[in-house]
Structures are given as C-alpha cells and as structure tokens.
C-alpha cells in the first residue's frame, strides 16, 4: 500500500467554468507531481441540501454529504481553490463544511477536519482575486482545527488569466499555484516521516457509486 500523503482537493464552485475549478486543477497536478496522492473532485456531482437541523433529524446526513466526510477522513491535506461572494465565503462551500462537521447518524465520531492541513487559493475577475473571502475560509477551517498553512495565492482578473486549456497565461503564476499544491505534499510527507516518490498517479472519486 502506497504510504504516500493522501490530498483531497477541490474548488468551492459548482460553475462548469468556474475559474476555481481551473487554478484547483493546476495545484492538484503541482501536488501530484511532488509525490501525493490527490483526489480531485467537482463539488457538482455532490448536490446537498442547505442545512436544515430538522431535516437532519428527519432523514439524517444526505448520502453525497456522507462520502464527503468519508473523504475528508481519508485524506490527511486539503487544497481548496473558493472564490469570495460579497468578500466572503460562496454558500456552497460553507454548506459543505457545516454538513461535513456534523455527526453520522448522530453518532460522534473522529473530527474530518482536526489535525488536517488545509492549503487555500482563489480566483475572481476583481482585483483583490478573492482574498478577502479566504479570510474567512481561513477562520472557519482554522476553528474546525485545520492546520491552514500560510502560504496562499489569490488571482485578480481571472477570466485573463486562463487559456482554453485550463493553464494559465503567466507561466510563474502557473509555477507558484503548482507549488502550493507541491508544498504541501512535501510538508506532509515531513510531518508523516515518509519519502516522497514521483510516480503517483492522480485518483478521482467516481461519485455515481453515490446513486
Ligand atoms: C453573489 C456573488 C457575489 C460576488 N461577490 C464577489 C466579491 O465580493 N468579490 C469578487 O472578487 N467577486 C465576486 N463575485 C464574482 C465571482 O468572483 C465570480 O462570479 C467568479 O467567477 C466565481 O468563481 P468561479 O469562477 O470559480 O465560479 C461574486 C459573485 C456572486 C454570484
């Protein structure tokens, strides 16, 4: 079995062509490329209701929120690319983090989150690139006890930045996004004591087992 660090990663928008989607894809492949073992997913193929404790009560945590929180509990980093919504977090992420934090079939169990390191990005048209938002995924990933690493990138003018196929036009600015996502590989690889070998290949989730 692969002792590999294990990186779930994915983008807090559901857009087919979201700008989020495409920076997530270029640190993933940073990642990957250092050695991890990444997961790439499209919060798309798992719609969840918003949170509603009574619906909670009624019919317990929806199945698509369940194999989120299965994998937030197997992988040991997290690479999250949000965009900001009116200088916050975008609802369907915080959606994802509410439900993910909560028990299965009210049944305490291990913190998804606790101990994981989290490496943040954003893109956006604007300016600031998202990085007011990523103060407050910051703090909230940092409450559920994520270890969220200071280094982060926010790229303004995104509908500029990306070609057609998904890379990016400033070939440093590719460099810097894929070495968040190497970065990352490496400290888990230190904090794990394990040796990081290039020949991992990317894993991604096949959600229509869900269904
Ligand atoms: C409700 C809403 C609020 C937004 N607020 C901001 C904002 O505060 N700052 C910003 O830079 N972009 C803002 N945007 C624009 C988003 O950055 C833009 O839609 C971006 O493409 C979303 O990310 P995505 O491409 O990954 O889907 C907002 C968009 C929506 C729908």
Known sequence: MSTAPRILAFAGSARQESWNKKLIAIAAAGARDAGAEVTLIDLRDYPIPIYDGDDESEHGMPVQAQALRKLMLSHQGLLLASPE????????????????????????????????VATLMSASP??????????????????????????????????????????????????????????????????????????????????????
């Open 85 to 116: 919504y009116n200088g916050s977090i975008p609802p369907l992420l915080k959606n994802v983090i509410d439900w993910i934090s909560r028990p299965v079939s009210g049944q305490p169990g291990p913190s998804p989150y606790s101990g994981k």
């Open 126 to 211: 604007g300016g600031f690139g998202g990085l007011r938002g990523l103060v407050h995924v910051r703090a909230i990933l940092g409450n559920l006890g994520m270890i969220v690493l200071p280094e982060q990138l926010a790229i303004g003018s995104a509908h500029e930045a990306f070609a057609a196929d998904g890379s990016m036009h400033n070939a440093k600015q590719q460099s810097a996004v894929a070495e968040l996502g190497a970065g990352q590989a490496r400290l888990l690889a230190k904090l794990l004591g394990v040796t990081l070998s290039t020949d991992c290949s990317e894993r991604r989730h096949d959600p229509s087992r869900l269904r």
